[in-house]
């Protein structure tokens, strides 16, 4: 028997019902904010560069203004895989998904969509 927790009062939810709510607390739960991928790809671009707010702003050329080489790429793309559990393609690399932190974010983000649609 199962119970209907968006009720004050505990009432019988049918199947259905429990797996429609299951479904959109793990959708809920799984996709992170926006703002808080930014925020996490911000603090390792900062991290990684030895830099701070003040030099590099999120849209800021990181690769052409030379914050970050290939190597500097390969631990970016090992940082996406490890926090937000998202491959990133050989053809996936591409100065648009990459060229600054806004991109980065937008690419992780709708990866992330993706895998939960």
Same mark, same amino acid.
């Given at each position: 028997?199962?119970?209907?927790?968006?009720? =004050?009062?505990?009432?019988?939810? %049918?199947? #259905?019902?429990?797996?429609? #709510?299951?479904?959109? $607390? =793990?959708?809920? @739960?799984? $996709?992170?904010?926006? &703002?808080? @991928?930014?925020? /996490?790809?911000?603090?390792? @671009?900062? =991290?990684?560069?030895l830099?701070?707010?003040? #030099?590099?702003k999120?849209?800021?050329?990181?690769? &052409?203004?030379?914050? $970050?080489n290939?190597?500097?790429?390969?631990?970016? @793309?090992?940082? #996406?895989?490890?926090?937000?559990?998202?491959?990133?393609?050989?053809? &996936?690399?591409? /100065?648009?998904?990459? &060229?600054?932190?806004? %991109?980065?974010?937008?690419?992780?983000?709708?990866?992330?969509? /993706? /895998?939960?649609?």
């Open positions: 028997m199962t119970y209907c927790c968006l009720n =004050k009062t505990p009432q019988k939810a %049918n199947n #259905i019902d429990n797996k429609i #709510i299951t479904i959109k $607390l =793990k959708h809920l @739960i799984m $996709l992170e904010s926006e &703002e808080n @991928i930014k925020e /996490k790809v911000r603090q390792h @671009i900062f =991290k990684a560069t830099s701070d707010g003040e #030099i590099i999120d849209d800021s050329p990181i690769f &052409e203004l030379g914050l $970050l290939s190597m500097g790429l390969l631990y970016l @793309i090992d940082f #996406i895989k490890k926090e937000f559990d998202a491959d990133v393609t050989d053809n &996936e690399l591409t /100065k648009e998904n990459f &060229e600054s932190i806004n %991109n980065i974010t937008s690419f992780v983000n709708n990866k992330l969509q /993706k /895998k939960n649609d």
